[in-house]
């Protein structure tokens, strides 16, 4: 039982490249959750999914794109990075939505130079 | 938006000592929860708590939502339990989390 794994664990892009971040769990929780966490902040909420293929947007969701094809997966995609979204971006489920213990990822760690 | 803010912003104690942090919230929430990151940077979610008191170990938190606050109380402090906690809240309005930035807290041997 891995619980949420992430990969990659860092990435260096330059400006304008593309990714995507792969979150993973199996714990066969509904819910997922990526969030974004920037020096000396708290977590702010990017994307989430409420099951396999829905996707809602978060506080922040501007230059990234989720996608839920199969339930034990969510996909953060950046079509164009930009240096503003360098951060550590964490995944994290749960079975129900924010009222629920939250499972986290270890984190991915994103420079855009 | 709905503010969220932490108190204090940085604590550091000697092992053993007890600790109190504070949220303090400017509108009405849904739900609360409080969170640990560790040094390393691994987060655990310790308490969700919309109202009233939860106790896990030396752990315990309260909740008042008329008043627009909840505290984490640590009791006998480890040295694990240094890292940064964080309260965060669901907003009723839009029913999306917002973190406050977190109390770091830093417990020496």
């Known amino acids: 039982n891995a619980g949420v794994t992430q990969t990659p664990k860092f990435r260096v892009l330059k400006t304008g490249q593309s990714m995507t971040l792969l979150c993973a769990q199996d714990m066969n929780h509904e819910y997922m959750y990526w969030y974004r966490q920037d020096p000396g902040m708290g977590l702010r909420l990017i994307h989430y999914?409420?099951?396999?293929?829905?996707?809602a947007k978060g506080e922040v969701p501007d230059g990234y794109n989720v996608s839920r094809l199969k339930k034990q997966n969510f996909l953060l995609g950046l079509e164009s990075a930009a240096p503003s979204q360098t951060s550590v971006y964490f995944c994290?489920?749960?079975?129900?939505?924010?009222?629920?213990?939250?499972?986290f990822g270890p984190g991915t760690r994103l420079t855009v130079l | 938006g709905i503010q969220v803010e932490q108190s204090p912003p940085d604590l550091i104690l000697q092992e053993g000592a007890n600790s109190t942090l504070r949220c303090n919230f400017s509108d009405s929430v849904n739900n609360l929860q409080w969170f640990h990151q560790n040094p390393w940077g691994q987060l655990i979610n310790l308490f969700y708590?919309?109202?009233g008191t939860k106790q896990n170990g030396r752990l315990s938190a309260t909740t008042v939502a008329t008043e627009r606050y909840s505290l984490l109380y640590i009791s006998s402090s480890q040295t694990t339990d240094s890292g940064v906690y964080f309260c965060?809240?669901?907003?009723?309005?839009?029913?999306?989390?917002?973190f406050g930035k977190g109390t770091r807290l830093h417990i020496l041997p």
């Open positions: 994290a489920s749960s079975y129900s939505y924010l009222t629920d213990t939250q499972y």
């Open positions: 965060a809240v669901v907003w009723f309005r839009d029913d999306k989390i917002i």
């Open positions: 999914s409420v099951g396999e293929g829905t996707t």
């Open positions: 708590i919309p109202s």
